[in-house]
């Protein structure tokens, strides 16, 4: 067993060695900026990736891919910079070289009102990230102690407008959880210890594949996947940063299938089917994570229900198809005089 520990520790150790040699120079990207390889700095060569930039900022926002069509790119570009990373290829350290460019608020929110999007200020996702590496050693669970050694996943995740977090993987974690469980097709322990932190749960099984690595990945928000895919390469840094961009991705096609409409404002919900205070604060988990949700305040509570007021980005209708398939199932949908019901699924 000490044996075993030890070597995890070693495969730690040589992650957290070659992080820095791959996405952990990245800078922090905002909401209204978008981040592009290119060639050189010179005016041609930036002119070109403006609008893929610009693409990545209207798809975090769950626009249409087809957004940027006709939009002036160059024309909303307010600043630019610029940034280097070296990267290990077939072990020869490799210069890249990355646009970083921010565009207009305002001309941002333009393009999403008119292609149907929130013209609210994108809101970073939170998820919470269960990865088991397996080294041949055994499986572990990568807790928060050990947040250095996926840097090249959480650096991505951020750059695409996902932040993960870690479990804390205390004695609560521990009982809820096995590092086996990532790997299966049950989902139960899972969802379980999800609860604790809110948010979609990014789940990972990382182990060695021949001479590289391989890694499936499952993405789920409250009892619904969202989806799922798998990244091969034979640097484990790589698998890991490509698992952020596949999670990403899941994101915005979800978001895609939903047209949002209908009038940003406050809307009454009443929500059936509670049992017990576990079953209230999973409600309002459930709410909060939603993109369009701005804000949550209760208004009323009795026997088996709750009341609540729920400031959205677009109408109550874009919320009820967000929510299809969750936990919340859709009864009635209002308008902001009249409220909408919603029913817990047990």
């Known amino acids: ?24 120079l990245a800078q922090v990207i905002g909401p209204y900026e978008g981040e592009v390889a290119v060639a050189s700095q010179s005016d041609a060569d930036r002119e070109a ?7 990545q900022v ?19 570009l307010q600043q630019y910079r610029y940034r280097q990373e070296v990267v290990d290829v077939d072990g020869v350290p490799t210069r890249r070289l990355y646009l970083i460019a921010r565009f207009d ?6 393009l999403l009102a008119a292609g149907g999007g929130v013209a609210a200020p994108p809101r970073r996702v939170q998820a919470i990230l269960w990865l088991a590496i397996d080294d041949g050693s055994g499986a572990r669970i990568v807790s928060q102690s050990a947040a250095a050694a996926v840097l090249p ?9 996902l932040r993960l977090r870690l479990p804390a993987w205390d004695a609560r974690d521990q009982a809820a959880v096995r590092a086996l469980d990532l790997a299966g097709e049950d989902s139960y322990a899972v969802d379980t210890a999800t609860r604790r932190y809110g948010g979609p749960a990014l789940i990972g099984w990382l182990r060695r594949d021949g001479g590289g690595w391989v890694v499936d990945w499952r993405l789920r928000d409250g009892e619904s ?13 790589a698998v890991l940063a490509a698992g ?46 939603q993109t369009i949700v701005r804000a949550v305040s ?7 229900r709750v009341e609540l007021d729920v400031e959205l980005g677009a109408g109550v209708g874009s919320l009820a198809q967000l929510l299809a398939g969750g936990p919340l199932e859709s009864t009635s949908v209002g308008d902001q005089r009249a409220p909408s019901v919603f029913s817990l699924r047990r």
């Open 105 to 110: 608020a305002a001309g941002v929110q333009h």
């Open 225 to 237: 996947e969202i989806g799922r895919w798998q990244n091969r390469d034979p640097q484990a840094a």
């Open 153 to 161: 996943l959480t650096t991505r995740a951020s750059q695409r407008g």
């Open 298 to 304: 209760p208004v009323a509570l009795a026997a088996d």
């Open 58 to 76: 209207l798809a975090r926002a769950g626009a249409a891919p087809d957004a940027t069509h006709g939009a002036d790119a160059a024309g909303l």
């Open 244 to 289: 952020a961009d596949g999670a990403a991705d899941a994101l915005v096609r979800r978001l895609a299938q939903v047209t949002l409409s209908g009038p940003a404002g406050t809307y009454r919900i009443v929500v059936q089917g509670l049992g017990s205070a576990a079953d209230y604060a999973r409600v309002l988990a459930t709410l909060r994570r």
């Open 49 to 55: 990736a403006l609008p893929q930039a610009l693409a």
């Open 1 to 24: 067993m000490a044996r075993a520990c030890s070597s995890f520790r070693l495969f730690l150790l040589v992650l957290l060695a070659i992080a820095p040699c791959l996405p952990a």
